[in-house]
């Protein structure tokens, strides 16, 4: 649901790099970002209950506030990560008539049927459905992991499930099949149709989204339109952990805020980002965190220390859109930046330069001699490492690392240390 874990924000990164092409070569672009509030269950097999209703339950809250405080924390992590703004956020519970709208029109079509639980899509009805995952209905993922119930085949999906008649939801809605709330794939469909149409030219998401997800958007709108939803679909790889080298408290150093908390600016897990290619694994490890925040720092002092009122160098700025219009190799791009930031042009230029390849790469730069909040690696280091003395209880370097940050004018909070 909520895009604040650093691995779903590096499929945000890769989404916003793309749109950054896109304009770059003269496109315009209408970027739709959608918040799915409610109807995503605790498993793809459409089992499992709400996660809203199991948050609301845990945390002692509405299951209202709780989305509309994970929303607003998921938007300050996208600007935080200088993402461009979408044409529109759009959210699920704000489109529930939309949904009811298309339920219907595959009712009437013949792609539904009713179980004790919900309304169904039948998947048999299309020979086709999955092709997007290049596997046959039966290898799918999610028919390799779950029983299949009152369902007819195990790829079949819910467009409404139910609210169990012993207990009241907090969200919940009438609808012509009874009271209850939209599965996850139709919410996606509803809202990009209503604000891109039936056709449209690029969806995206994660890698695990294939099998699942956007195999179950596509099948939803072939049926109601006889249309596949988008031309193109573009899937960011996962991000994996250096286990070896992270403690037990895994989740929560992963979200962007925890790695803001230890001192480290969050356009360093941007850069990091652009070091991978969107279609490999990228790895993530604190050494490799650290390089990419002493890449940054030694990018930002370079831009600072140049000239300004300088003309772009067409060479470099050619070689670099080669680059990201390749498939956006980033990777290679900031082989051509790096290689700028050595060459022999007047720094000048080498700055204009610069400015106009962040156009696309999103780190800022314009604003470098402004930015005082971000620390240097070396803090970062010290950090890291005074973090470390605190996990082997190794109180006295703890303590003069501690005050060696203070006298450098940093103030390091200590949480609780995770036990091995």
Known sequence: MFGDSLGNLRTFIFEDVLRRVLQSNGYSVRHIVNITD???LTSDADEGEDKMEKGSRRQGESAWVIAERFTAAFQHD????NLLEPTLWCRATDHIAEQISLIE??????????????IYFDTSRQDTYGYLARLNAEGLRAGARVATGEKRSVTD????????TESTRQMEWDSPWGVGFPGWHIECSAMSTKYLSPWFDIHCGGEDH???HHSNEI?????????RPANFWMHGAFLTLDHGKMSKSDGEFLRLQSLIDRGLDPLAYRYLCLT???????????EALRAAATALRRLRSAFADWPKSGDINQVFHQRFLDEVNLDLNLPRALAVVWALVKSDLPPADKRATLLQMDRILGLDLENVESDNDAAPADIFDLIEQQRQARKEKNWALADLLREQLKERGWVVKDDAVADD
């Open 38 to 40: 409610v109807g995503h």
């Open 157 to 164: 999906f819910a467009l409404w499930k139910f609210s169990p």
């Open 78 to 81: 996208w600007r935080q990560l």
């Open 219 to 227: 099948a939803q709108g072939e049926a109601c339109y006889g249309t």
């Open 276 to 286: 991978a290619h969107y279609r490999s694994t990228l790895r993530f490890s604190n």
């Open 105 to 118: 029109i595959m009712e009437t079509k013949g792609f539904t049927y009713r179980t004790s639980d919900g």
């Open 210 to 212: 294939i099998s699942v």
